[in-house]
């Protein structure tokens, strides 16, 4: 059997960003296929004919979608550097919160990324904060929430900290900070600091100047 592995990603995604960082971090080879959107190829369409999107990996001819999940096969095949934890209890706090990142942390940093008029803004803002407050707890007081090493959730939230501080150099909201997340703040500097981690990250500069734009485009007035 074919087992060529190959993922469909696109450069500014975070949900293709993830599953780069766990390849690298199981020392998985691979072939990086650069999806150029809003386009989408007809591998792309073949692969994932269900939501159309990346991420997608293809192992020896057979696609995975949807970033958690793949990270999940990742895992599963390929045993060295594990990123889950061989306890069914801890395993399941750590899918818990990956799911709390992405159903709860993501939405709401967003709404803060693109709401307008200081009240409103103020009010999003403050929400998002309570999340992330929130995911803070789910550290209990560890280096990483994998412990003292990187895992599942780590790799699942990372990305977190890169919006954060795109949120506050693009519409001026400071969503963390060391007095109020002194533990999550620490936490997001140690691991984009790692050098698995940080050389798959995109240049800033490149990444603030799409973000920009982005930005822009969300908060376009409607036209008719």
């Known amino acids: 059997m074919d087992e060529s592995i190959r993922l469909f990603g696109y450069w500014a995604s975070p949900f293709a960003l993830r599953v780069e960082w766990t390849l690298k971090l199981k020392e998985v080879q691979y072939e990086y296929v650069e999806e150029h959107l809003p386009e989408k190829s007809s591998l792309l369409l ?3 004919p269900v939501h159309k999107k990346i991420p997608v990996l293809v192992h020896g001819g057979r696609p995975v979608a949807e970033s958690l999940v793949i990270m999940e096969y990742i895992d599963e095949v390929w045993k060295n550097n594990p990123i889950l934890p061989q306890d069914s209890h801890e395993r399941a706090k750590a899918r818990f919160w990956a ?7 993501m939405p709401s940093i967003m709404k803060s ?3 307008e008029g200081e009240e409103e803004k103020a009010k999003a803002a403050e929400e998002a904060r309570e ?7 789910g550290l209990e007081g560890k280096r990483f929430f994998g412990g003292e090493t990187i895992g599942f959730v780590d790799i699942a939230a990372g990305w977190l900290g890169i919006w954060a501080r795109l949120v506050e150099e693009i519409v001026d909201v400071k969503l963390i900070d060391a007095e109020t997340m002194p533990l999550l703040r620490a936490w997001f500097a140690h691991f984009l600091e790692l050098e698995t981690i940080k ?4 240049p800033w500069d490149k990444l603030l100047e799409h973000s920009r734009g982005f ?3 969300l908060t ?4 008719t």
């Open 46 to 48: 073949q692969y994932n």
């Open 99 to 105: 799911k709390f990142a992405d159903e709860k942390c």
């Open 113 to 115: 990324f693109v709401t």
């Open 131 to 137: 999340q992330l407050k929130t995911l803070e707890n």
């Open 199 to 202: 050389e798959c990250v995109p």
């Open 215 to 217: 930005h822009k485009k």
């Open 220 to 223: 376009a007035p409607a036209t």
